[in-house]
């Protein structure tokens, strides 16, 4: 870890809501609103949120799944977000969320025309939006984690540690 965490404090908690209260708390806010407040559907939402990760290498964010009434994606999820161009596994929206936060993450001046002509045939306006604000947040935290060490530190709601148990909602 690259930030000393007094004996008995949870990382997370320490940096972002003792170290730097006035940033950390809002940004933690902003953060759980992702989850909390979702139209995307489950399976498009986990693609692109497991892109950033895998793009982060946060290992808190590639060991999460986020879980909504009970359901979360299958095990061999993640492995087709890697394959996302080629698999099977996702129809249009999925595979479109995937490369969405992919080329936001790593190529954002390379959005031309031809891919928000297929994102506005698929997506609506206000999708976009929110899915563009849900990448914002995990590519700026999920990298700040990782940049800072938190991610190793980071404990999933069951208890488990990354690369343990997965867990479920913030």
């Known amino acids: 870890m690259r930030i000393d965490i007094p004996d008995g404090k949870d990382p997370i908690a320490y940096v972002w809501g003792e170290m730097v209260p006035g940033i950390g708390v809002a940004a933690s806010n902003f953060s759980l609103a992702v989850y909390a407040h979702t139209t995307l559907g489950l399976r498009e939402f986990e693609a692109a949120r497991l892109r950033i990760a895998q793009i982060n290498g ?7 799944r986020t ?6 994606v299958e095990e061999e999820f993640a492995d087709a977000v890697v394959e996302w161009r080629t698999t099977a596994a996702f129809d249009e929206r999925t595979r479109l969320a995937a490369e969405y936060a992919e080329r936001y993450a790593l190529d954002p001046h390379g959005l031309d025309e031809e891919f928000w002509a ?8 206000v ?6 604000m849900s990448i914002g947040s ?3 935290f999920g990298r700040l984690n990782h940049v800072l060490g938190l991610d190793t530190a980071c404990v999933l709601p069951s208890g488990a540690t990354p690369s343990g148990e997965r867990g479920g909602t913030p």
Not at 67 to 72: F, N, P, Q, V, Y
Not at 127 to 132: D, G, H, N, P, Y
Request: hydrophobic fraction near 40%; glycine fraction near 4%.
């Open 58 to 64: 946060c290992a808190f964010c590639l060991d999460w």
């Open 67 to 72: 879980e909504r009434d009970g359901l979360k």
């Open 118 to 125: 297929r994102m506005t045939t698929h997506y609506s306006q």
């Open 127 to 132: 999708e976009i939006v929110e899915l563009s």
């Open 138 to 140: 995990w590519l700026a």
